[in-house]
């Protein structure tokens, strides 16, 4: 796998010069014919692609000049991945409530001189426990840690980078106290780890650790959408072959009425989430080479959409594994099909990187900035506005109402904290679902313009009757009741 993704460039083709704001698309589309034939290897190559993209970030020229090569390399002889250890025993997402321990420490002998003590106080010593620190394989991780003496919450964390093994290729003061023992993604190795006196290289400042990791998100969580979009790739290429082949009651299932509507209905959430992904993948790459001007605009919609495009993403990629299962029979229920791996895989999706409960909350969050909505407004009325073709019109339909219930609804709510938490996935649901019919529309009309025909325009119109709007008016009482 490493091979593979070396030598095609998954990590390393959003780093190429030659097709400038194009970079990350090409990459993206190298990650979405790929990924789903490498084990679930897309872990730690966005991870990888994550860490590189900090350490740019970050302006440490020294760590810049060490790592990124390494981990942007299409050699495979001396390709780096990296891992992220960002969760502890005393919670995930909430990162604020870590416990590993940072005292400066001068540097270890093993370290070259500028790799880790370019000037005193860079080295530093790390004490705590990781509870998930996935691909424990790499040779290098980044990791949140309280610099000792620091303030408790988020402010008091700084961002280390650490280098796994020494010389002799022992770990470094890391103990491996197990592997966690996972339902999907088995072949990415997922450990438990104590680290008692890790040496570490502060990355940025003693208190940034967390604004520090906001370029990582970005990266790993469009990694996780079109990981999502590929394994729905996977599921409905493997279903759509086996109903070419499955004969019953006097038929193919591909012959049959209702069979062909439910899988025309998997087809159509796959390419909704494919526009979204890939529109994620966009953002970052016009993020990365865009004018000033520009940039200011991407930003604020990438604040939204990038999650946006993650929870939605990650809900229907399970959704979609789950069907295409069933749409086989009891022989998509057999682990030799490989169909019952990919929901397995899949169910992590809406896990990584922030569950879809976490981004909802930080989807209210960035709405609070001023101006992401308008953004999202803009972007959804710059793709529906382009498209003239009356078979169209339902779905432009669907779109204008979700979005209007939605904005509607923010406002109703936000005077009501309870109210506005108890129904924010919904909301970022509804958000989610409404760009990705948007975006939908907007490539269906190019496809009509350019000879490309009307599958699209189809695929629109059957994500519109699959439901665009999910918010509802269910009471908080109701909520508190059933919880």
């Known amino acids: 796998a490493q091979v593979l993704a070396a030598r095609h460039g998954m990590v390393a083709a959003g780093y190429e010069p030659r097709l400038g704001a194009h970079a990350r698309t090409h990459q993206f589309a190298i990650v979405h014919v790929l990924g789903p034939s490498l084990d679930v290897y897309s872990c730690p190559l966005a991870m990888t692609d994550g860490a590189a993209r900090t350490l740019l970030a970050s302006g ?25 250890w960002m969760t502890e025993r005393t919670g995930g997402s909430d990162v604020s409530q870590s416990e590993t321990i940072a005292r400066p420490s001068p540097a270890p002998p093993e370290l070259a001189p500028g790799l880790g003590a370019h000037k005193d106080g860079d080295t530093w010593r790390l004490y705590g426990t990781k509870w998930f620190t996935s691909a424990t394989t790499s040779q290098m991780a980044l990791t949140l840690a309280r610099p000792e003496g620091n303030p408790e919450g988020s402010r008091g964390l700084a961002l280390f980078l650490v280098e796994l093994r020494d010389a002799n290729g022992r770990l470094r003061n890391i103990t ?15 450990a438990e780890l104590t680290l008692d006196g890790t040496p570490a290289t502060l990355v940025g400042s003693m208190g940034d650790g967390v604004r520090a990791i906001t370029p ?10 079109v990981s999502a979009v590929s394994a729905m790739r996977r599921g409905l290429a493997l279903a759509r072959d086996y109903a070419r082949r499955r004969k019953a009651f006097g038929a193919l299932l591909v012959e049959k009425p209702l069979h062909t509507d439910t899988l025309a209905t998997l087809e159509a959430e796959y390419a909704g989430a494919f526009c979204l992904a890939f529109r994620s993948a966009q953002l970052i790459g016009s993020l990365e080479h865009g004018t000033s001007e520009s ?32 749409s086989c029979g009891g022989a998509g229920y057999v682990e030799d099909t490989g169909l019952p791996r990919i929901l397995a895989d899949a169910q992590v999706l809406p896990i990584w990187e922030g569950t879809t409960n976490v981004l909802s909350l930080d989807t209210l969050r960035a709405l609070g900035k001023g101006g992401a909505l308008d953004a999202i407004n803009a972007e959804i009325e710059r793709n529906i506005g382009a498209a003239k073709d009356a078979s ?34 919904r909301f970022a649901m509804t958000l989610g679902r409404t760009l990705e019919l948007a975006l939908l ?20 119109r059957r994500f519109a009757l699959a439901g665009v709007d999910l918010i509802s008016d269910t009471s908080l009482d109701d909520t508190r009741l059933l919880a």
Request: net charge positive; with cysteine; charged share 25%.
């Open 60 to 84: 440490n020229q020294a760590l810049i000049d060490r790592y990124v090569p390494l981990l942007t390399t299409r050699d495979p002889a001396t390709m780096w991945t990296s891992g992220q």
């Open 176 to 190: 491996v106290n197990r592997l966690k023992d996972k339902f999907g993604t088995r072949k990415v190795p997922t």
């Open 216 to 225: 990582m998100l970005s990266v790993t969580r469009t990694w996780n959408a």
């Open 295 to 326: 940039r200011e605009l991407d930003e604020r919609l990438s604040r939204t959409l990038i999650p946006l495009a993650k929870l939605t993403t990650g809900k229907q990629a399970v959704a979609v594994a789950s069907e295409a299962i069933e």
């Open 392 to 425: 169209l019109a339902k779905p432009i339909d669907a779109v204008r109402g979700a979005l209007r219930h939605a904005t509607a609804w923010v406002g109703e709510t936000m005077p009501h904290p309870d109210r506005l938490e108890a129904g924010a996935r």
């Open 441 to 460: 529309v907007g490539h269906a009309q190019w496809c009509l313009d350019h000879g490309h025909g009307p599958r699209m325009a189809a695929a629109a």
